[in-house]
């Protein structure tokens, strides 16, 4: 899947799942939407990413690459508590993310491929 579609699909599953995060247990939890901003963030790259601006794409992989390790103590807390919908909701923003970064190192080295032919 190209880059701009997976940073498309990342800020939207931060948004979603980060938003469900801090509304889930009864009462506002605003660490929660850490993921919401980087994920506000993402969608208003989504445009240079998509016409492959290579400053634009690096600040993308940098705030994804970001996030996915600061998601991991939330999830392994959740872990921790065995609380289900946390693990999960943590844990589809830690795959998407993951998956994300994965089209970024593809499309790096598709274009490093095409300058050099």
Not at 5 to 30: S, V, Y
């Amino acid at each position: 899947m190209k880059a701009g579609t997976m940073t498309l699909l990342a800020a939207i599953a931060l948004i979603g799942l980060g938003a469900w995060g801090a509304f889930d247990g009864g009462e506002f939890n605003k660490t929660a939407l850490i993921p919401v901003v980087f994920g506000v963030v993402l969608l208003a790259l989504v445009p240079g990413v998509r016409k492959e601006n290579k400053v634009v794409a690096h600040i993308a992989v940098s705030l994804v690459l970001l996030i996915t390790l600061a998601l991991f103590m939330p999830l392994m807390k959740a872990i921790g508590r065995s609380n289900t919908p946390a693990i999960l909701r943590v844990g589809a923003m830690v795959v998407m993310c993951v998956l994300a970064l994965v089209s970024y190192i593809q499309s790096f080295i598709a274009a490093r491929k095409a300058r050099e032919a």
